[in-house]
């Protein structure tokens, strides 16, 4: 298992430019990074900074991308844990990393804090069948209680993904909680297109006849072949496709990845998803 905490990162070089379209995320994400930026604008007309989003959105999609974009164009702090991670043998570790993660946030702040996978805290409270998870319980009240704790002017918003709203407790959906909803899709054709040009520019595309490199017109024609091979994908999948491409290139020696080695990625993809949905989803 892995045994990350609260990680922080500073410097991050991720920017909207690596978000792939989302463009009504972004536009909202990009509210939020304006009141870092210039806090008094808003705060003068008696705007109060938001201190909680929710990004929803299928796995894979960009969420946690999105989320450190916001952090790369504001130029501050990152400061991530999973849900998962709060959650450990011991019983009162949670509700004391909770209790960390908010401390720290308020000696970095203006920061940005992610929480990943927060249904695996706070999924609604009381509704499980198999008896009760007091440790995953008194985790959602610690979060509850230092979201209600800190005044919007301190400067740190905390964003928090899932894929499952519809499990979450409501409470944690309140004003001053997270209150605001960012949804962040899955890629359509042309979605899957723009994110295949955003990962193209870090692989070496073998040249066709005589030109030395490929023009941008030719990595426009690449990335739109590629996402008509690839319904489905994610923009995680993606992200896999390009890599694996240049490795399968790599192994023999080429000079550049060809469309081969793209569709072979591709292939291998696809396998390795119908492996994941078997094992997700077994016969009843
Ligand atoms: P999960 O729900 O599984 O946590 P997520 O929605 O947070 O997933 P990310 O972790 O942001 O997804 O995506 C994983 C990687 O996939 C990213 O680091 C990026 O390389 C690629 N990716 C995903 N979505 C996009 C996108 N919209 N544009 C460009 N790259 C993307």
């Known amino acids: 298992a892995k045994v990350r905490k609260i990680t922080k990162e500073t410097n991050i070089g991720v920017t909207f430019k690596d978000v792939a379209g989302l463009e009504e995320a972004k536009v909202e994400v990009a509210e939020y990074v304006e009141f870092f930026k210039d806090p008094e604008r808003f705060t003068k007309l008696g705007a109060k900074m938001p201190k909680g989003v929710l990004l929803t959105g299928p796995p894979g999609t960009g969420k946690t991308l999105l989320a450190k974009a916001m ?160 319904p489905g994908f994610s923009g995680a999948d993606i992200a896999n496709v390009c890599n694996e491409a240049a490795l399968i290139a790599a192994r023999t020696d080429k000079p550049g990845v060809d469309l081969g080695d793209f569709e072979a990625a591709i292939e291998r993809t696809i396998g390795g998803l119908e492996k994941k949905s078997r094992v997700l989803s077994p016969k009843e």
């Open 71 to 230: 952090a790369g164009e504001a130029g501050k702090p990152f400061l991530s844990i999973s849900g998962s991670e709060f959650l450990e043998m011991f019983a009162g570790v949670g509700p004391s990393r909770v209790r960390d993660l908010f401390k720290q946030a308020r000696t970095e702040a203006p920061c940005i804090v992610f929480i990943d996978e927060i249904d695996a805290i706070g999924r609604k409270r009381g509704s499980r069948k198999m008896g009760g998870n007091d440790e995953r319980e008194n985790t959602l009240n610690q979060l509850l209680v230092e979201m209600d704790g800190f005044a919007s002017s301190t400067g740190v918003i905390v964003m928090a993904a899932t894929n499952r709203a519809d499990i979450l407790d409501p409470a944690l959906l309140r004003p001053g909680r997270f209150d605001r909803q960012v949804t962040v899709d899955a890629a359509d054709l042309d979605g899957r297109r723009d994110i295949f040009k955003v990962h193209l520019k870090n692989i070496k595309i073998a040249p066709t006849g005589d030109n030395a490199a490929v023009s941008a017109d030719e990595l426009e024609t690449i990335a739109a072949q590629l996402a008509k091979l690839t």
